[in-house]
């Protein structure tokens, strides 16, 4: 193990019911030959109101852990728990709540619909019908209003600028509080001064909700703000002594 770096802790044999647990992970994709292998035996363990960079050379597998971790991809082995539930033994169609109201995603596109404005794009997780019966237009005005755009709730997408638009994408992953907010090169597409504002989002809802983060990223600054760092190679994950 180079120095300053350990193996990131394993989860404990009792789980706790809002933590992530992750064991021993690994995926593979077949090929002619020997199999490709992304990762090898990653285990992470975090609790609630926790942030973690994940960082590492492209194509170290660091998306395709952000992937498994959002339950848009299956590992090849090894477990994923969040609390008590392992997303990968629920059936299709309660994996797709789960994946709803549990986790939040930020990409580094911010695939807002450009027909929608502004609060209408973030209350669309409302339209996957997992929600229940709760009114979450207010909840989706206060996100809105602590993401600085309260006078442009009405506006439409081709009307903001890229900054904006990633803010409205955080207001969107964060409506339904989910327990692990994932997020992939979020400042990636930013100038700089929008690069710093929402990672200072990110960080400050995070933890406002007591959400449990975990962002990959290239920016060595938006990675020194996040109280553990991790790094990626050869498809082993370690954390730097901070």
């Known amino acids: 193990m180079p120095h300053g770096v350990r193996p990131l802790p394993t989860a404990p044999f009792a ?3 809002r933590m992530l647990h992750v064991e021993h992970l ?5 090929t002619a030959g020997d199999p490709l292998v992304v990762l090898r035996d990653v285990s992470i363990a975090m609790k609630p109101g926790e942030n973690l960079a994940i960082v590492g050379p492209s194509g170290s597998g ?8 959002g339950t848009l991809d299956r590992p090849t082995s090894g477990r994923v728990r969040l609390g008590q539930i392992d997303p990968f033994a629920l059936s299709p169609s309660r994996l797709s709540a789960f994946r709803n109201l549990e986790l939040g995603f930020v990409f580094q596109e911010h695939h807002l619909l450009p ?9 669309v997780p409302t339209l996957a019908g997992s929600a229940g019966g709760e ?6 005005r206060e996100l809105i209003e602590r993401v600085g755009l309260a006078e442009r709730w009405s506006h439409l997408p ?7 638009r990633q803010r409205v994408a955080v207001a969107r992953a964060l409506l339904f509080r989910p327990k692990l907010l994932l997020a992939d090169e979020p400042t990636g597409n930013l100038d700089r001064a929008s690069a710093e504002r929402i990672g200072s989002l990110l960080l400050e809802l995070q933890q406002a909700d007591g959400a449990m983060l975990v962002i990959v990223t290239h920016s060595s600054a938006l990675a020194e703000r996040c109280q553990r760092i991790a790094e990626l190679v050869d498809g082993r994950l370690a954390e730097r002594v901070r």
């Open 62 to 69: 660091k998306s395709t852990l952000l992937q498994i971790l």
């Open 115 to 123: 027909q929608l404005n502004v609060l209408e794009n973030v209350l």
């Open 135 to 140: 009114d979450w237009r207010e909840r989706a």
């Open 26 to 30: 690994c995926k593979e994709y077949p």
């Open 15 to 17: 789980y706790n019911p």
């Open 158 to 164: 081709s009307e903001l600028s890229g900054g904006e």
